[in-house]
């Protein structure tokens, strides 16, 4: 059984910084992709970064250079965030792009972790 697990949320003043983890347990034949979303009530959720076992990564727009994505081969991805804005307040998640042994995809979701940045 796959379990993803995040760690690292809390609350942050704006202009702060907190770093994200999340690891991969379990048996998982293939990672394609190791990512983060994050969502806020009433409203979708949304691409935060994603990067690919290749290290190709993708940000979501209003990044804007203040969050960085890294994964270590041990199925483990972390998110360091700075320069934090009340807007970054969300429920963060863990997301895992895999296949299986038959190549079917195999996505996996984390359980989330809030991030609130407050004064």
């Known amino acids: 059984q796959v379990q993803v697990v995040e760690s690292g949320g809390g609350l942050v003043q704006p202009g702060g910084s907190l770093e994200l983890s999340c690891k991969v347990s379990?048996?998982?034949?293939?990672?394609?992709?190791m990512g983060w979303y994050r969502q806020v009530s009433g409203k979708e959720r949304e691409l935060v970064a994603i990067?690919?076992?290749?290290?190709?990564t993708n940000y979501g727009d209003f990044v804007k250079g203040r969050f960085t994505i890294s994964m270590d081969a041990k199925n483990s991805v972390a998110l360091q965030m700075n320069s934090l804005k009340f807007e970054d307040t969300a429920v963060y998640y863990c997301?895992?792009?895999?296949?299986?042994?038959?190549?079917?995809?195999?996505?996996?979701w984390g359980q989330g972790t809030q991030v609130t940045v407050s004064s």
């Open positions: 990067m690919t076992g290749a290290g190709n």
């Open positions: 997301y895992v792009e895999s296949r299986g042994s038959n190549w079917q995809p195999l996505n996996y």
């Open positions: 379990g048996t998982i034949f293939s990672i394609n992709a």
